[in-house]
């Protein structure tokens, strides 16, 4: 008896795993972006708001196009993007993500204000940095074999995923939802911005641009040459540091994504100085407009 009492206060005394309190009962479309001047008009835009604050992150539930949301920052970076999107999936019951912001363009068919919509993600930045041969040889451990091509030392790769009821795999790309995308090719036609406040105006006319790759890593990317082994690589149009993070937690969770990333600058491929200071606003403004078009497009699982 005495022994039977001592595992039963064995067993009591072991951590157990509690899951994480519901903040709100409805079902709801995160709309996510990485920083504060990316979510202005789309947290302006929403009625109905109530906050709600989980480890130093405003969740702020609502309407937004006659949805119902959970609007909030994922914070830049691919961790803090892996970190608040798995803490809104624990927290809210989420029928899908969406994520709203600006990127660098990587494509060079594409100019700033330009809102790409890519059809999958991959991350550049999982990756093996090279033992240095000389002479221009590079040599990963021989238990590792690289498909995509090398950038000097930087031999990128497929990033393991773990789901439940599934055994680990590697992936090299996150495809969107396919029902997501169909919905934002039905957008049509918006009025995207071309001129700032200041009355800075692009020389080319934003438009639309639906499918296509993304790629996402944990860098601020000003680089031309850089740039064009990304889009000779990936053959992405965009170039960000969430996005594919966030995609990488949607397909773990089984939960439907989509990004909408407009171009404040060209990732090292301006003539100039890079120009996001200049187009950030303008580029956040047209990304939260087209995501504004699709909440109307899409119709949520549930």
Not at 30 to 43: I, N
């Amino acid at each position: 008896m005495r022994f039977l009492l001592a595992c039963l206060l064995l067993i009591a005394s072991l951590p157990v795993a509690i899951a994480a309190e519901r903040l709100d009962p409805r079902p709801r479309i995160a709309v996510m972006s990485a920083f504060a001047p990316e979510w202005q008009l789309l947290k302006s835009a929403a009625t109905e708001t109530q906050t709600h604050s989980v480890n130093g992150i405003d969740f702020v539930t609502g309407k937004l196009a006659g949805r119902d949301v959970v609007l909030f920052l994922s914070g830049i970076s691919m961790v803090n993007a892996t970190m608040s999107t798995q803490v809104a999936l624990d927290r809210f019951d989420i029928t899908g993500i969406v994520f709203s912001g600006i990127a660098g363009g990587v494509d060079p068919t594409l100019h700033v204000g330009d809102v790409v919509v890519a059809s999958q993600w991959s991350q550049y930045l999982e990756a093996t940095f090279a033992r240095d041969l000389g002479n221009g040889q590079w040599a990963i451990p021989p238990w590792q074999s690289r498909e995509l091509p090398n950038y000097g030392m930087v031999f990128p790769g497929p990033v393991e995923v773990r789901r439940a009821n599934a055994a680990p795999e590697k992936r090299q790309w996150f495809a969107v939802d396919p029902g997501m995308l169909a919905a934002a090719g039905k957008i049509g036609d918006v009025a995207l911005q071309h001129c700032t406040p200041a009355n800075t105006c692009l020389q080319t006319r934003p438009r639309l641009v639906i499918g296509g790759n993304g790629v996402s890593g944990q860098a601020f990317v000003d680089n031309a040459h850089f740039r064009e082994y990304v889009f000779a690589t990936f053959k992405a149009q965009v170039l960000d540091m969430e996005s594919a993070a966030v995609a990488m937690v949607a397909y773990a969770n089984g939960v439907p994504f989509i990004a909408f990333r407009s171009l404040s600058d060209l990732a090292g491929g301006e003539q100039g100085g890079n120009e996001m200071a200049t187009f950030m606003g303008l580029a956040s403004t047209n990304a939260a407009m087209v995501v504004q078009g699709f909440l109307r497009a899409w119709t949520p699982p549930r």
